[in-house]
Structure formats: structure tokens, C-alpha cells
């Protein structure tokens, strides 16, 4: 049915009609049974209405936002002025289950098969990534052998304790904890099992995080007790694993898809770090004047794709990741920017406008921000493991 501009009889119901069948195409659900058309306003001659996406890291904003301008148009008729506002609000499961934190909506373990793949450096990435849309982002460092979060991103001092409370430490607009906060700077972290188990349920359980729309936990490389803990202490929303390309790291990459599997923890996807070198941003960059005239001349690669050199190997991550059927989320290059600003505690600066990272940075959240919608919206949350003699 098609309305002129000028009619009175134009209802919210007509303009929520016209919408059926514009779906999300990450969650591929129809965007008002999902309940994302919000706030419909209809004045002369006009149609306002607000489209609240999942996550506002959305990588097909672009896409959702013509698909309802198109569907609008074609059902109402195109004289109507349409005023759409693109939202986001971060959903969780929609049901609470023991074990679960009051207040966090999405909690995700950042792992590795083995370490030196950059793990860490990946998790404080993707918590700073998922700030940059606006998300409300805790990073908890579990990695207790080796706690590097507070050094990649510039934190200090001591967690404070508010009645029975602990309080993270704030930096850049991220709530923090970790050991490195706890211990002397050269102090051997030596523990067993049960003593781990402890540690993660403060972390967890006793430190006030506060209302978070995800939690990013950086666990230890390996397939240790602390992913066991995690999974036994409440209902993970999934887990990211990071790898690099080389087939010797891919081996322990499939053995960390398998425990997260055994441990019913969902997989949201692979990350492959220093995927490339990155020649020519490197000279752009480093090179001095005399190379930079010399890259703006025709022919200083001989072939296009010579400016990357494959240093590790090339696509290693995304074959194993479709092996395995895992979701990739991306590459990123290894790159002299990301490692200065980690050494110098300012692994914020990574996600800076200029950065030769960030549009690889801001994919790879992207991509991990659609996968957790996607988890959120097809079941609900995986059982806890239960360990059998």
C-alpha cells in the first residue's frame, strides 16, 4: 500500500510493515522482530525513526541504513522526507545465569596456542577498539606469569579496595586488573592450580567493574589451567584465538580451537598478527626525504603487491581457520608503530587516525563485534563444563 505525502493515515504499525523482511545481514533476522526500529515519528510530509544496531563497532552500518532508506521509499512512496538516526545499543545473552557478573554483557577470552604471537597486544587492541565506537570496555589481564597489559598501555599503582570492593585501575577510559598491579616488577609468579582458581574469582567476582558492555580477558598462551578456571567459574560469551602464519604456530593454534571446544567455550573467531611486513608504509614513514621522492615515482615496486613481504608465511591463519570452521576475523601486518607504542605504554596510540594500524585494528573489532551479535542472537548461553572422573 503506498501513502502520499500528504496523508493523515500513515500509523506506526504502516511504517513497521514496510520494514519487514530489511534483515540484518550478519544476523540474518528481520531488523523489527529483532526489536531494532525504535523511536518512529511521523509528522508532515515526514518519517523519523532510529535503527538500533547491536553493537555499535557494526561493520555493515552502511548497508543496514540503505536497505531501510530503499524499503521506506518503495512502500510508502518516495515524497516523504525520511529522517533515520543510526544507533546501537550492546545486547548480552538476554538471559542470566549463575556464575554470570552483574553488569557485563559480554565477556570474551583473547587466547593463543603458544606465546610471542602478540596475544596480548591483541587483546589490549581490541579493548581499546571496541572503546573507540563507544562500548564501555574492561580488560582483565589473566595472563599471571607474564601480566604485560599494564605496561603496554601506560597503567600504574595499586588497586584500592571500597568496603568489599576492589577498584580497577582506569586508564584511557578502560577498566583494568592484573597481577602486574599487585606484585614487584621483577617478582617470579609462581603458582598451582587452586591458588590460580582464587585469583581468577577476585578478578571476576570481587573487583567492582561496574556496568561494561564487554570484558576482554587476556588469558596466558597454552592450553593451561587458567582457560579451565574461566570456563568453570562463569558462562564465557566466546573466545578469540590469535596466531601468526607460520605452520609451527598453526599446530598450537589447532590444539587451542580444541580446548576451547572441549571446554564448551564458543569460538567468535581467529586473528592472524604479523601477517606482512608492510615495505612501503615502512619507508613512507622511516625512509627520509630522497626515498620518499623516490616512492612517488612510477615503478619503485617492480610489481603491484611487492610492497609486502611475507615474512612468516602468507595465509597460513585463514585456511586453518576454514579447516576448522572458525570464524577469521583478519589480518594484521606486522608493523614498527604498534611495537613502539606498546614498549612505550602507549598501545592506545595504535588506534590514532594517522596509524598505519588502525584500519586493520578497526576491521578485525568489527568483525569480532558482528560474531558476538551473532552468538548473542542464535542460542543461548553454552553450559559450563562439567568435569567427569
Not at 503506498?2 to 540474518?28: C, I, N, W, Y
Not at 610489481?303 to 611475507?310: K, L, N, W
Given at each position: 500500500?503506498?501513502?502520499?505525502?500528504?496523508?493523515?493515515?500513515?500509523?506506526?504499525?504502516?511504517?513497521?510493515?514496510?520494514?519487514?523482511?530489511?534483515?540484518?545481514?550478519?544476523?540474518?533476522?528481520d531488523?523489527?522482530?529483532?526489536?531494532?526500529?525504535?523511536?518512529?515519528?511521523?509528522?508532515?510530509?515526514?518519517?523519523?525513526?532510529?535503527?538500533?544496531?547491536?553493537?555499535?563497532?557494526?561493520?555493515?552500518?552502511?548497508?543496514?541504513?540503505?536497505?531501510?532508506?530503499?524499503?521506506l521509499?518503495s512502500?510508502l512512496?518516495?515524497?516523504?522526507?525520511?529522517?533515520?538516526?543510526?544507533?546501537?545499543?550492546?545486547?548480552?545473552?538476554?538471559?542470566?545465569?549463575?556464575?554470570?557478573?552483574?553488569?557485563?554483557?559480554?565477556?570474551?577470552?583473547?587466547?593463543?596456542?603458544?606465546?610471542?604471537?602478540?596475544?596480548?597486544?591483541?587483546a589490549?587492541?581490541?579493548?581499546?577498539?571496541?572503546?573507540?565506537?563507544?562500548?564501555t570496555?574492561?580488560?582483565?589481564?589473566?595472563?599471571?606469569y607474564?601480566?604485560?597489559?599494564?605496561?603496554?598501555?601506560?597503567?600504574?599503582?595499586?588497586?584500592?579496595?571500597?568496603?568489599?570492593?576492589?577498584?580497577?585501575?582506569?586508564?584511557?577510559?578502560?577498566?583494568?586488573?592484573?597481577?602486574?598491579?599487585?606484585?614487584?616488577?621483577?617478582?617470579?609468579?609462581?603458582?598451582r592450580?587452586?591458588?590460580?582458581?582464587?585469583?581468577?574469582q577476585?578478578?571476576?567476582?570481587?573487583?567492582?567493574?561496574?556496568?561494561?558492555?564487554?570484558?576482554?580477558?587476556?588469558?596466558?598462551?597454552?592450553?593451561?589451567?587458567?582457560?579451565?578456571?574461566?570456563?568453570?567459574?562463569?558462562?564465557?560469551?566466546?573466545?578469540?584465538?590469535?596466531c601468526?602464519?607460520?605452520?609451527?604456530a598453526?599446530?598450537?593454534?589447532?590444539?587451542?580451537?580444541?580446548?576451547?571446544?572441549?571446554?564448551k567455550?564458543?569460538?567468535l573467531?581467529?586473528?592472524?598478527?604479523?601477517?606482512?611486513?608492510?615495505?612501503?608504509?615502512?619507508?613512507?614513514?622511516?625512509?627520509?626525504?630522497?626515498?620518499?621522492?623516490?616512492?612517488?615515482?612510477?615503478?619503485?615496486?617492480d610489481?603491484?603487491?611487492?610492497?609486502?613481504?611475507?615474512?612468516?608465511?602468507?595465509?597460513?591463519?585463514?585456511?586453518?581457520?576454514?579447516?576448522?570452521?572458525?570464524?577469521?576475523?583478519?589480518e594484521?601486518?606486522?608493523?614498527?608503530?604498534?611495537?613502539?607504542?606498546?614498549?612505550?605504554?602507549?598501545?592506545?596510540?595504535?588506534?590514532?587516525?594517522?596509524?598505519?594500524?588502525?584500519?586493520?585494528?578497526?576491521?578485525?573489532?568489527?568483525?569480532?563485534?558482528?560474531?558476538?551479535s551473532?552468538?548473542?542472537?542464535?542460542?543461548?548461553?553454552?553450559?559450563?563444563?562439567?568435569?567427569?572422573?
Open positions: 500500500m503506498m501513502f502520499g505525502k500528504k496523508s493523515s493515515s500513515l500509523t506506526e504499525q504502516d511504517v513497521l510493515d514496510a520494514l519487514r523482511g530489511v534483515k540484518d545481514p550478519d544476523l540474518h533476522r531488523l523489527v522482530d529483532l526489536g531494532m526500529i525504535k523511536n518512529i515519528r511521523i509528522g508532515d510530509g515526514t518519517v523519523a525513526l532510529t535503527v538500533n544496531l547491536t553493537t555499535p563497532a557494526c561493520p555493515l552500518k552502511a548497508q543496514i541504513e540503505r536497505d531501510v532508506r530503499q524499503a521509499a512502500r512512496g518516495s515524497e516523504w522526507d525520511l529522517a533515520i538516526t543510526m544507533g546501537a545499543e550492546v545486547r548480552g545473552k538476554g538471559v542470566v545465569e549463575k556464575g554470570d557478573i552483574p553488569g557485563i554483557k559480554n565477556v570474551l577470552a583473547v587466547g593463543s596456542g603458544k606465546g610471542g604471537v602478540g596475544k596480548s597486544t591483541m589490549a587492541a581490541i579493548a581499546y577498539g571496541l572503546r573507540a565506537y563507544g562500548s570496555v574492561g580488560l582483565m589481564d589473566a595472563d599471571v607474564g601480566p604485560s597489559i599494564p605496561h603496554l598501555v601506560g597503567a600504574t599503582g595499586r588497586p584500592m579496595a571500597r568496603g568489599e570492593r576492589i577498584q580497577p585501575i582506569e586508564v584511557d577510559g578502560l577498566k583494568l586488573m592484573s597481577m602486574g598491579f599487585l606484585l614487584e616488577p621483577d617478582r617470579a609468579v609462581i603458582m592450580g587452586p591458588m590460580l582458581h582464587g585469583i581468577m577476585q578478578f571476576l567476582h570481587q573487583v567492582d567493574w561496574g556496568p561494561l558492555d564487554y570484558l576482554v580477558i587476556d588469558l596466558p598462551p597454552g592450553t593451561g589451567d587458567v582457560p579451565l578456571t574461566l570456563s568453570q567459574t562463569l558462562p564465557l560469551t566466546g573466545a578469540v584465538v590469535v601468526t602464519p607460520q605452520e609451527v598453526l599446530l598450537d593454534v589447532t590444539r587451542a580451537v580444541t580446548m576451547f571446544r572441549q571446554l567455550v564458543p569460538l573467531g581467529m586473528i592472524e598478527n604479523m601477517s606482512f611486513f608492510d615495505v612501503l608504509a615502512y619507508l613512507k614513514e622511516r625512509g627520509g626525504p630522497r626515498v620518499q621522492e623516490l616512492i612517488g615515482e612510477r615503478g619503485f615496486f610489481t603491484p603487491g611487492d610492497e609486502r613481504a611475507y615474512l612468516f608465511g602468507r595465509g597460513g591463519a585463514r585456511r586453518r581457520a576454514e579447516l576448522l570452521g572458525v570464524p577469521f576475523l583478519g594484521v601486518p606486522l608493523n614498527i608503530h604498534v611495537r613502539e607504542r606498546g614498549d612505550a605504554g602507549h598501545l592506545k596510540d595504535v588506534l590514532a587516525p594517522n596509524s598505519p594500524a588502525r584500519p586493520y585494528l578497526l576491521g578485525v573489532v568489527e568483525q569480532l563485534a558482528a560474531q558476538i551473532i552468538q548473542n542472537i542464535k542460542s543461548p548461553k553454552m553450559p559450563k563444563l562439567e568435569i567427569l572422573n
